[in-house]
């Protein structure tokens, strides 16, 4: 019967082919996340850049995006946490009990990874919890992942989180078999903290056309660019909302493209539309008591439902 079922088989992956899917389970809307963190730059600078202007043109422009706080971390924490999570409210290093996207979308089969640029992993993959590397512009405050205690103390997870340079162009060519979820931090030259819009360019562009050159990645992918906050040390922002530059990317799922979306959003709608997308619980075990944020924010409003 091996022959049977090997017929069987090949007609099987030959349909699958003809409708690609990622590996991990389908969402409502999209199969695959990317979110690109850059710093510390206010909207109207974004987006006089041409580049970022070009991107937000290709996509749609999340007009009433905010950053969640000041300064850096608890921003990074809300996009994969639904609290300001136990008291990591500043950029010093903390250790935290709580739970983040990773408890939900691991028993949902939804596979992670974090893409950090200058980030050396300790033997065997273990979570290198080092302060920051002043050589390579790698800092722990932009590296959320590194606050979770159940994720630093377990090395399989700890696997997860990458040298940005040596993995992700490597991922990306998996196709479809890339991660369904991929978080991506730049150095703090490519992020703009100790730069501009302007020098990052080269190196978001090299992402961005890393990733659209790619069919197969791209099918069913939603990305989204977004800055952890706006530049509120700078005299111009102070008393201003905390208004950044985002825009979504990813032609497959988006309901329209170069358009404009003027609903509220802050980080914590990345958690909302994820759990939505895949129909996952809120996450577990917040600081505080009863519904979080993740239940409160309205998803990415801009998304079409993918036809069956
Ligand atoms: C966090 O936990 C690590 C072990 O995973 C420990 O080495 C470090 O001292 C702790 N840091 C703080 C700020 O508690
Ligand atoms: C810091 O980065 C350099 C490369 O820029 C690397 O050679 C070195 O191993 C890193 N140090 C640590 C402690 O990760
Ligand atoms: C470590 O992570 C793996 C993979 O996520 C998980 O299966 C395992 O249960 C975790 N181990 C502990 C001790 O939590
Ligand atoms: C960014 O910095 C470079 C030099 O460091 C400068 O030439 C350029 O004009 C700056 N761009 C913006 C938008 O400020
Ligand atoms: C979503 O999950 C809930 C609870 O686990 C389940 O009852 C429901 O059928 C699911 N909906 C879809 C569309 O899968």
């Not at 950053?67 to 924490?77: A, D, V």
């Not at 759990?275 to 998304?303: H, R, V, Y």
Request: aromatic letters at 12%.
């Amino acid at each position: 019967m091996k022959f049977t079922n090997s017929l069987v088989f090949s007609g099987l992956l030959a349909s699958a082919s003809a409708v690609p899917i990622a590996t991990g389970p389908s969402g409502k809307w999209f199969d695959r996340f990317v979110v690109i963190v850059m710093e510390n730059t206010n909207k109207a600078t974004a987006l006089a850049d041409p580049y970022y202007r070009q991107l937000a043109d290709s996509g749609v422009l999340l007009n009433g995006y905010q950053g969640t706080t000041h300064p850096s971390q608890p921003n990074y924490i809300t996009m994969i946490a639904s609290t300001t999570a136990a008291g990591v409210f500043d950029d010093g290093d903390h250790n935290t009990t709580q739970n983040s996207l990773v408890d939900i979308f691991e028993p949902a089969g939804i596979s992670w990874k974090a893409y950090q640029e200058g980030y050396y992993p300790l033997d065997g993959g273990a979570c290198n919890p080092i302060h920051q590397n002043k050589t390579s512009g790698y800092v722990r405050k932009h590296n959320p992942f590194m606050s979770f205690d159940n994720i630093r103390e377990n090395i399989s997870r700890c696997q997860n989180i990458v040298n940005a340079q040596e993995h992700f162009a490597a991922d990306v060519a998996k196709g479809k078999y890339a991660p369904q979820y991929m978080f991506y931090t730049p150095t703090l030259a490519n992020d703009a903290h100790d730069t501009n819009v302007t020098y990052t360019e080269t190196d978001l562009k090299y992402l961005i056309n890393t990733m659209m050159g790619n069919e197969q990645f791209m099918k069913n992918t939603l990305i989204l660019v977004t800055f952890d906050e706006n530049d509120v040390y700078s005299p111009d922002s102070y008393g201003t909302s905390n208004d950044v530059y985002s825009v979504l990317l990813g032609k497959d799922v988006l309901s329209c493209t170069g358009c404009i979306d003027q609903q509220f959003y802050n980080h914590f709608t990345q958690l909302t539309t994820l759990e939505q997308n895949w129909n996952l619980t809120n996450i577990p075990n917040p600081d505080g008591d009863g519904a979080m944020w993740d239940s409160w924010m309205l998803p990415f409003s801009k998304l079409k439902a993918k036809h069956h």
